[in-house]
């Protein structure tokens, strides 16, 4: 199936839509430009004939005159005494005058030219009866085609933008789908495997385990799915925001990471906390903010991966409004192609990864306590750095 790259579609049509109208501007200044040749040719017709003594002469001009008007291309209706047409020039019909039938289609088309321009001449003797000239219907139009063409590259952006947010929105939501499964998937397979475990006589369980021991781990894996539960409810809610302080927020974090760090790398990965006392409190959910810090600092692990280093958490004040809190670490750095793009769904650099962490952490900084996560450049490394305001800014 041919996939439309609308970004792509939406600049060729404005191009196209862009090329026509200068061209057609174009011919409209080139039309105007005869016509005002025309109207210097009908000057000079004009002067000749008045300045001739000659009759054959001033005939020949007015000839030559009725010519150029005529090349003008203005429609042109003669009527004569008691309103009948004896003669049209430049009509886009044709017509019988000697019939009643011709005569009853032109009259009534001379009506439609009287009511934009009065005609000229005796009507006893005979009038001229006559219309716009070819470049002023093209310059009527011209504000039609600049309407029409706007509103249907408004129409297409609209189209463009929408699907463009539907795509998001279904990626967003798989990203996350995904993410709860394997979320999931971990205290899930403790639980299967405790269970196994239970089924077994006692003499027969790894270590001897009683049935008080196995009850607390079971215990824990269900504390774990019940925090993972409670922290997808509230990325789908408005959750209530207190004051909180940014080192008691870390103080957490860099409690839950101790006992995870070793399991999450291979190689040994220092974690370092500067956390300066008195730092101003932050209007925040805690458990929001430790899940968004905790995908920045595995973003940082994952970078470390396979060579260990240094992960680094220190936070600062900016101009008594905001608390700037930065991680980073030692690794190679974000590659340039996918810099613009990190905090999208599904964008990584892992082949197992789901590219869901950093996206959830942009929403909970950003959508749900109004800060700003950004990806920081000029340092060795990777460094991000999360703005959150003030609590009494």
Request: no cysteine.
């Amino acid at each position: 199936m041919l996939k439309i790259k609308w970004p792509v579609a939406l600049a060729t049509m404005f191009l196209v839509l862009l090329g026509w109208y200068l061209v057609y501007t174009e011919s409209i200044v080139r039309a105007l430009e005869d016509n005002a040749e025309r109207l210097s040719e009908i000057y000079h017709e004009v002067q000749a004939g008045l300045a001739t003594m000659d009759q054959s002469a001033a005939i020949t001009a007015m000839f030559n005159l009725q010519g150029i008007i005529i090349e003008s291309g203005v429609p042109l209706v003669i009527t004569g005494p008691g309103g009948l047409a004896t003669a049209f020039e430049n009509l886009d019909f044709e017509v019988d005058l000697d019939s009643p039938e011709g005569q009853r289609e032109i009259l009534a088309y001379t009506r439609s030219l009287d009511a934009a321009h009065p005609p000229v001449g005796d009507p006893n003797v005979q009038q001229i009866h006559f219309g716009s000239t070819p470049e002023f219907e093209s310059l009527r139009r011209i504000p039609w085609f600049q309407a029409g063409g706007m509103l249907l590259t408004a129409l297409i952006g609209f189209v463009v933008i929408r699907s463009q947010r539907r795509a998001e929105s279904e990626k967003a939501w798989t990203s996350m789908a995904r993410e709860l499964a394997h979320q999931l998937g971990t205290p899930l397979s403790s639980l299967a495997g405790w269970l196994e475990v239970l089924s077994l006589p006692v003499d027969e369980r790894p270590g001897g385990l009683r049935d008080r021991e196995i009850a607390g781990s079971i215990g824990e894996d269900l504390q774990r799915l019940e925090g993972i539960s409670h922290r997808f409810e509230l990325i789908g809610t408005e959750p209530e925001l207190e004051s909180l302080s940014v080192r008691q927020v870390v103080s957490d974090l860099e409690q839950y990471l101790a006992s995870r760090i070793p399991k999450l790398s291979r190689k040994s990965v220092e974690l370092v906390v500067d956390i300066p006392p008195g730092l101003p409190r932050v209007q925040g959910n805690e458990v929001l903010l430790i899940w968004a810090l905790e995908n920045v600092v595995k973003n940082a692990l994952d970078a470390l991966a396979g060579r260990g280093g240094k992960i680094t958490i220190y936070a600062r004040e900016i101009g008594g409004k905001w608390i700037s809190l930065r991680i980073r670490d030692t690794g190679p750095g974000v590659d340039p192609e996918i810099r613009d793009k990190l905090f999208e769904p599904g964008v990584t650099t892992k082949s197992s990864g789901w590219g869901v962490g950093l996206a959830l952490s942009r929403r909970i900084v950003e959508g749900v306590h109004k800060g700003r996560i950004e990806l920081l450049e000029g340092f060795e490394g990777t460094t991000f750095q999360i703005r959150l305001p003030a609590a009494d800014a």
